[in-house]
């Protein structure tokens, strides 16, 4: 049976209980085997659940799901160089968190969760808000009051019970940690079954390139929780023989709010305490990422990389895929400001592949800013 383990203490816990987080603080992983059968996965619809046996839930009858995933991967030209772009803003709520709130609410209706709270900068609610509707689990979610009005709505919509906090980001994961001593929580930070629903990014990739791992994956770090699950993927695909090897991973911050890169750079053994400036990129802006000794392990074991990019550079890297007939929102910019960062000094040979992360639709408030300037 599978069992979760503490990255602090190397605790395990039997998964069959609604636990999130180590009794000593520490935050939990799933120790999951899993089994790809390439032939069986062919045969299935174009969804993430097409690697059924990867996934942990005991029972097709418990999964909650829209038929989510298998998005494509589309050949993008950036810098004159050819570019593997996952459409993960084409999801049900409209951000790849549909990912993870797949694997996770699935799980809570398995463990007979019926009330459930999450905190977030708008996009992990909203995809916990609409699996929890489908599901009939009831929904908290705490957002900051600064939060895209076009995310506040779609949570509401969804009927999850939405608490603005009207501090920062940090006070907002407060006030849920609070509200979970009492309700399960479905944080995408800190909860394991998150991470084994972003993983199925990895899966895809691989078996959209015939079952091959590329050279480089970008992806954006806020808490880390496309970068870390894609990282368990390449990693689970690699022990059962999918693939040959991971690829690099390489992780892209906003200037305006880059612990890791700072602690990646400077070599530090926590996380510093940084002043976060104002920007576009509002799902990346994390100050304490709860898992951020983990993420960099990730990148330095991938032989990956940190890069940072500026406010000038998302908006610029935001109007050249817009005009391109793209609709993504500013935080998914970072990342292809990254990617055309990255490619300013690689060689033009490597298997890239990116994402666009979420949906220019629900951030109308700051497209309207950054298009009329
Ligand atoms: C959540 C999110 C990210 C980054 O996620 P982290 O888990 O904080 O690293 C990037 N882009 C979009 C659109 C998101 O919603
Ligand atoms: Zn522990």
Redesign the pocket.
Known sequence: MAQLICGKCDATYQADQPIWRCDCGGSLDLEFKPVIEKKKIASRKPTMWRYREALPIAEDSTAISFDEGFTPLLELEFNGKPVLVKQ??IFQT????DRGAAVLVSKARELGVTEVVED?????GSAIAAYCALAGIKCHVYVPEKTSPGKLAQIKSYGAHLHLISGSREETSEAALEAAEKIYYAS??WNPYFFQG?KTFAYEVCEQLGWRSPDIVI??????????GASIGFDELKSVGAIDKIPKLIAVQAKACAPLYEMFRNGLNETPSISVYNTV?E??A?AE?IRGEQ?IEAVVKSKGDFLIVTEDEIGKSLMNVCQRGFY??P??A??IAGLEKYLLDSSGDELIVT?F???GLKSTDKMMKITTG
């Open positions: 993960d803003h409209g951000s790849y968190k977030s900068s708008g996009n992990a995408h930070s972003t992806l954006p770090v806020g808490n880390g929780t496309l970068l870390l990129a799902g990346i994390i990422p993420i993504i929102e935080t998914a970072a990342t994402a992360t979420g949906h």
